[in-house]
């Protein structure tokens, strides 16, 4: 047993054969922790304050009931293991720059405020499950790399703006952070880590862990994992090597697209907003104009976008794609394309007419055989340039996400659909969102996902113009969509 755990007063607190169990059990979990003396004393004090929390309603016998170590040390001990960059990844740590990077944010709110002690012992048990996660960006001579840290990781209260960058050239730092205030659990990740699918399973799980904690009964399905389950190589890969086709390109960049009006903010995203939408409505309307939910939420942006724009020209919206649709695997890596679904300003009026040309187009582009020309010419993109060393590659990568990437685009529909989680989970969550983080030139972007019945459509913004939040509130409330709207403050407003 260490020094610290000797000295601690700890074990005071408890009659002497409740003592005796804890002390074996800590005797167990200081055996299997391989890590630095700090790293090693964190752990530690994670099980001892959740053991404090619990003891207050619950016996010891109880307690350590749910606390099984198996495993424990594969994910704190020395390990070898690195990643080369997915495909779908390469270019997000070369195009970095300023205070930017490619992030996203994922969040459930649950049915009581969040026990930070119960929170972060959640997290210690949740990393044994995912390596990738365990893993800090380095820097090789042609690309950067995931490689496996040995350390403790923590959730802290939420203290910054959404999506705030992660400075990934200190040593030892996750390129994701675990954050909690009141009723809501959020994890904002780094894409280079994985797209909002394997994000997605990760926060699904680390929740799902942390109501056994409290006690609840669990269960595992859809998005949630047994974290003692044995990781299945798959989840590690990178699915593009294997799984795209080898069909003739298409057309790589886009035309420019236009800009939605609004001085940009410096600080970014100044304001994120969330409207709370009836999913029996939305499905319903969608069902009345014979389009996809998807298709339904494209004919509303390019409505209310119209109204936001001066100049003339073409709104183009972007549409990430999951490609498991097509072609199925378990990678939690990135896995995901895009489509861009383009109307010329003059050309939108009517509602019902946006809804027309939206699904020609969507029911055109948004195909298997559409998304192999897209994989095909990402995958041919970074085969060009894999021989040029890092630090050439800066420029260029920058150049490449600026014309091929931001400029080609409006803005941004990205929707994760609706999120699969345990019956047992279901009745502990209100709701869930999902936020992109800002991007470079796009003044506003858009998310939706759907868990309980409810569909939560957000919006990440970089101008504190408030045309289009407005114009689709209107639109919302007009179709009786909307259950509620909240959000952040405007943040550069408030500095």
């Not at 026990?115 to 893993?135: H, N, S, W, Y």
């Not at 040995?150 to 040593?171: G, M, W």
């Not at 926060?203 to 990781?231: C, H, P, Q, W």
């Not at 459509?457 to 509130?473: A, C, D, G, P, Q």
Request: charged fraction near 30%.
């Amino acid at each position: 047993m260490t020094e610290a755990l000797k000295k601690n007063d700890f074990f005071a607190q408890f009659r002497s054969k409740d003592k005796e169990k804890l002390k074996a059990f800590f005797g167990e979990l200081d055996a299997r922790i391989k890590l630095k003396k700090r790293d090693k004393e964190k752990i530690i004090k994670d099980f001892e304050d959740y053991i404090l929390y619990r003891s207050q309603k619950k016996s010891i016998v109880s307690i350590l009931k749910l606390l099984d170590l198996t495993n424990i040390e594969k994910a704190y001990s020395k390990s070898n293991d690195w990643y080369p960059l997915d495909n779908s990844s390469k270019i997000y740590p070369v195009a970095m720059r300023g205070d930017w990077m490619s992030m996203y944010r994922l969040s459930y709110y649950l049915d009581e405020p969040v026990v930070k002690e119960v929170l972060q012992l959640a997290l210690t048990f949740t990393m044994i499950r995912f390596p990738l996660f365990r893993t800090s960006i380095h820097k090789g001579f042609f690309w950067n790399y995931l490689d496996s840290i040995s350390k403790h990781y923590s959730v802290r209260e939420e203290d910054t703006i959404p999506c705030s960058k992660i400075n990934i050239d200190k040593f030892n730092t996750q390129a994701f952070r675990v954050v909690f205030y009141k009723n809501r659990i959020s994890c904002e990740i780094f894409h280079v880590l994985s797209d909002a699918y394997g994000g997605m399973v990760f926060l699904t799980t680390l929740v799902n862990e942390y109501l056994r904690l409290m006690g609840d009964k669990v269960s595992f399905g859809g998005y949630a994992v047994d974290i003692r389950g044995k990781v299945d190589k798959e989840e590690l890969e990178d699915a593009f090597l294997n799984n795209y086709k080898k069909a003739k390109g298409g057309n790589l960049v886009e035309k420019k697209a236009l800009v939605i009006d609004g001085r940009p903010s410096a600080i970014k995203p100044c304001q994120v907003l969330h409207f709370d939408l009836d999913f029996a409505k939305v499905h319903s309307l969608s069902k009345k104009y014979d389009v996809t939910i998807n298709e339904l939420f494209l004919a509303f942006l390019f409505q209310v976008i119209s109204y936001s724009v001066s100049k003339k020209g073409r709104i183009q919206i972007q549409v990430p794609i999951n490609v498991r649709k097509y072609y199925p695997t378990k990678t939690l890596r990135n896995y995901s394309l895009y489509s861009t679904i383009c109307i010329d300003k003059n050309d939108i009026t009517s509602l019902e007419e946006t809804l027309k040309l939206v699904k020609s187009q969507s029911r055109e582009k948004i195909t298997k055989e559409e998304t192999d020309k897209v994989a095909y010419d990402a995958v041919h993109l970074i085969k060009a340039i894999r021989f040029i060393p890092l630090c050439i590659k800066h420029p260029i990568a920058n150049f490449i996400y600026s014309h091929y990437g931001d400029k080609s685009s409006t803005t941004v529909l990205s929707n994760l659909g609706k999120i699969e989680i345990p019956k047992e989970m279901q009745k502990r969550i209100l709701k869930a969102d999902f936020v992109l983080g800002s991007s470079r030139t796009n003044r506003i972007l858009f998310s939706v996902l759907t868990v309980n019945d409810i569909v939560e459509l957000s919006i990440s913004k970089s101008t504190t113009n408030k045309s289009v939040e407005n114009h689709l509130y209107n639109l919302l409330k007009e179709h009786d969509l909307v259950i509620g709207v909240h959000g952040s403050e405007d943040y550069e407003n408030k500095k």
